[in-house]
């Protein structure tokens, strides 16, 4: 399991997801979390806390947001030596194979469909605490 101290980045477009996941988070222990409301605004935050010496542990991103979606978000974050290296979760409703394969071809590491559940949380966290 990541350390409960690991900076986390929630992306989604909609409030309540973001508060949903945040509520999730905290119930497992996370205190240390950041929401952004499209991959555009995720992007600048990831770029600034790097400057800052202060990276994210992890980002769980949606697919479908407007200005920047998640794929592209993945594909952005891989192609950038700064950014290259945190661990990405695509939480979405975009469920067909053919999408999931997409996802993890892009960069990301694991796949959440939603409605998203605690114990779903728990088990890619602790995935990603052994990496």
Do not use: H
């Not at 695509?90 to 959440?112: F, L, P």
């Amino acid at each position: 399991m990541l350390p409960s101290e690991s900076k986390i980045l929630i992306v989604d477009d909609f409030e309540t997801v973001l508060i949903m996941l945040k509520n999730a988070l905290e119930g497992l222990g996370y205190t240390n979390i950041d929401r952004a409301p499209n991959g555009k605004v995720a992007l600048e935050m990831l770029r600034k806390a790097n400057e800052e010496k202060a990276p994210y542990s992890v980002i769980l991103t949606d697919w479908n947001m407007p200005i920047l979606s998640g794929l592209d978000l993945i594909k952005i974050c891989q192609g950038d030596a700064n950014l290259k290296n945190i661990p990405i979760i695509m939480i979405t409703a975009e469920a067909e194979q053919k999408q999931v394969m997409e996802a993890m071809e892009a960069g990301a590491i694991g796949y959440i469909t939603k409605p998203v559940s605690s114990e779903e949380l728990r088990t890619k966290l602790q995935e990603i605490g052994k990496i």
